[in-house]
C-alpha cells in the first residue's frame, strides 16, 4: 500500500542513494539517464557548477523490487542501502530531483519519481523543497527543457507556475525531437 506524499521525507541526497537514484533514472523511459559517476559528480561540495540533489524518502520499508520499463546498465539492487554519514536511513528512495546553481539562475537538470509511486505529489514536494534551497542559494529564475512528447511532464511543470520560453528542434535523440524550454520566476 502507498503512504501518504505528506509521509514522504525529503533529504539532501547522499553517497548511498546513488544505487537506488540511478535505478529510478533508469526505470523511467522519460529521465535522464546519466551514468553513475555523474551522479556522484553532482554529490561534490567543490563541483562546478555547484549541484542541488534531493532524494524524497518513504518511511515505509521493506517494499518490493523497483519494477522496470527501462534496463538500467550493470545494476543490481542491494537489500537495503548502506547507512551514509553514519546514520542508517529509515525507509526507501522513492524519487529524486538535481538542480545546477549558477545564481541568481538555476536549471533544473533531472527529476523522477519511480513508477509505483507516481500522481502521490512525491514530485511537487520535491519540487517545493528544491525552490527553498535554491531561494536561499540567491536564485530567483530556474529553466529547464523537456520533451515535447512527454504531456505528463509538462502539465507538471504547468501546473506549478512553468512558462514555455522556446523550443529547440530536434535536441533529443533515439527517439529524435524537440525540447520544450521553460523557466520559472522564484519570488
Known amino acids: 500500500m502507498k503512504s501518504d506524499a505528506a509521509e514522504v521525507h525529503i533529504r539532501r541526497m547522499s553517497v548511498a542513494d546513488v544505487s537506488r537514484v540511478f535505478m529510478i533514472a533508469w526505470s523511467r523511459k522519460h529521465a535522464t539517464h546519466w551514468p553513475r559517476e555523474a551522479y556522484l559528480a553532482a554529490l561534490k561540495p567543490d563541483a562546478t557548477p555547484q ?3 534531493l532524494v524524497a524518502e518513504d ?3 521493506g517494499r518490493g523490487p523497483l519494477l522496470l520499463d527501462w534496463k538500467a546498465p550493470n545494476y543490481e539492487e ?3 542501502s548502506p547507512p551514509s554519514d553514519g546514520k542508517a536511513e529509515s525507509g526507501r528512495v522513492v ?3 538535481i538542480a545546477s546553481v549558477l545564481a541568481p539562475q538555476s536549471e533544473l537538470e ?3 519519481v519511480s513508477a509505483a509511486e507516481q500522481r502521490r505529489g512525491v514530485g511537487r514536494r520535491l519540487f517545493l523543497a528544491m525552490a527553498e534551497a535554491l531561494r536561499a542559494a540567491g536564485v530567483n ?3 529547464l527543457e523537456v520533451r515535447a512528447s512527454n504531456q505528463r511532464a509538462f502539465d ?7 512558462n514555455e520560453t ?3 528542434p530536434r535536441y533529443y535523440a533515439d527517439p529524435e525531437e524537440d525540447a520544450v524550454l521553460m523557466s520559472l520566476k522564484l519570488e
Open 110 to 112: 533531472s527529476i523522477a
Open 95 to 97: 524519487g529524486f530531483l
Open 166 to 168: 522556446g523550443r529547440r
Open 78 to 80: 542491494p537489500e537495503k
Open 156 to 162: 507538471f511543470y504547468r501546473s506549478l507556475g512553468w
Open 59 to 61: 518511511p515505509a520499508d
Open 51 to 53: 549541484r542541488i540533489a
Open 141 to 143: 529564475e530556474v529553466f
